[in-house]
T-cell receptor
Framework: EPEVTQTPSHQVTQMGQEVILRCVPI?????FYWYRQILGQKVEFLVS????????KSEIFDDQFSVERPDGSNFTLKIRSTKLEDSAMYFC???????????????FGDGTRLSIL | GQQVMQIPQYQHVQEGEDFTTYCNSS?????IQWYKQRPGGHPVFLIQ?????EVKKQKRLTFQFGEAKKNSSLHITATQTTDVGTYFC?????????????FGKGTKLSVKP
């Protein structure tokens, strides 16, 4: 069964440094998402991406965050100047379509655990 | 902003007992999804409910969507140790236009053998 893959599985970075998290969504999916989950807490939406542009973003997704689809397979999340509170598990997800009812099942990757020192 | 409330936060059961988690929204939902996250894992899609009053079953799991489409529940009959994990409900978020999800805080289920 096709799956969403994320690299690296764990990233340790000094505060203030830039970090790029990488994702390869399922190949025929059109909608891409980033979520984060602080340890022991709920999954929080960051941003959705469709047709090579951001379609929705949350308050968490401020100017320090950016996303890019540099080629036909990768989908990246960049944090320009990391803060301690950025420490979390970051999940990439993809879905085939939005669907008539507004949502389609989202397939999540295994996540990247980001630790800011 | 839109919120999805979920209770209880934790549930400890003996293997063989039943388990239920409840989800409530402040607004009417066009649909609701349920995900399971095993310890150390990622959310895995279980089901989507769309219609008012809808009930769907997956083996020992029963999912319900309220008549007003503001609440939902997941019931597990005769829990097994393989049911351990956190169960999240999720509804369409923000504009709802591109499928982003607003998750509840989840119910963490532990099953004692």
């Amino acid at each position: 069964e096709p799956e969403v893959t994320q690299t690296p599985s764990h990233q340790v970075t000094q505060m203030g440094q830039e970090v790029i998290l990488r994702c390869v969504p399922i190949s025929n999916h059109l909608y891409f998402y980033w979520y984060r989950q602080i340890l022991g807490q709920k999954v929080e939406f960051l941003v959705s991406f469709y047709n090579n542009e951001i379609s929705e973003k949350s308050e968490i997704f401020d100017d320090q965050f950016s996303v890019e689809r540099p080629d036909g397979s990768n989908f990246t999340l960049k944090i320009r100047s990391t803060k301690l509170e950025d420490s979390a598990m970051y999940f990439c997800a993809s879905s085939y379509s939005r669907g008539a009812s507004g949502n389609q099942p989202q397939h999540f990757g295994d996540g990247t655990r980001l630790s800011i020192l | 902003g839109q919120q999805v409330m979920q209770i209880p936060q934790y549930q400890h059961v003996q293997e063989g007992e039943d388990f239920t988690t409840y989800c409530n929204s402040s607004t009417t939902l066009s649909n609701i999804q349920w995900y399971k996250q095993r310890p150390g894992g990622h959310p895995v899609f279980l089901i989507q409910l769309v219609k008012s009053g809808e009930v769907k079953k997956q083996k020992r799991l029963t999912f319900q969507f309220g008549e007003a489409k503001k609440n939902s529940s997941l019931h597990i009959t005769a829990t097994q140790t393989t049911d351990v994990g956190t169960y999240f409900c999720a509804g369409p978020g923000y504009g709802g236009s591109q499928g982003n999800l607003i998750f509840g805080k989840g119910t963490k289920l532990s099953v004692k053998p």
